[in-house]
C-alpha cells in the first residue's frame, strides 16, 4: 500500500515538527548554535515560512499512513530535504519517501553534511554515490557534498 501523497498547508505544522526535531537531533552536535536551534529555529517560526512560501509546500511529500510520519522534498529532480520522526526511523519510511523521489519525481542528485555520516551511508546504501562536490555550509566552516545516483 502506498502511503505517499503530496503535502498540503494541513501538514505544516506537522513538516515543522518532523524537520526541527530532526535538526536538532543531527545537525545541533555538529554545530552546537543555541540561539540558532533553541530560539530561532522552533515548530512556529518554521509553520510561519512555510505559509510564507508556498513552493516548499508543493515540492513536498509526505508518507501518511493515518498520521504524517516523515517527507521528502524535491525541485528539479534534486532532493533538498528527507527527515523522518526521529522515533520512527529505521523502519522503512524513509526508503519509500526516497524511492518515491526516485521513480516518481526523477529525483538523481543532493546535498548532505559531511559530518552527518548516517545520512550519507544511507543514501549510499540506496544507490548514491559521492560525486567529489564540495562546497562550503552557508555561514558555516563545514562542507556539503554531491551525492548522485547513477
Known sequence: MNHIRSADFRDICRLS???VFNYR??????FKNDGFYF???TT??????YRKNPDMIKNTFVYDD????GFIRVKEKE?????VE?????????????MHAVREKGAYALWALEKNERAIAFYERHGFSK??????????????IRLERG
Open 17 to 19: 515538527e518532523i524537520e
Open 25 to 30: 537531533l543531527n545537525f545541533y552536535p555538529i
Open 66 to 69: 493515518g498520521c504524517v510520519k
Open 131 to 144: 560525486t567529489g562536490g564540495r562546497m562550503t555550509e552557508e555561514d558555516t566552516d563545514e562542507y556539503l
Open 44 to 49: 512556529r517560526a518554521l509553520s510561519e515560512i
Open 79 to 83: 532532493i533538498q530535504k528527507l527527515f
Open 86 to 98: 526521529p522515533v520512527l526511523q529505521g523502519k522503512g519510511i524513509g526508503e519509500a519517501l526516497l
Open 39 to 41: 530560539r530561532e529555529y
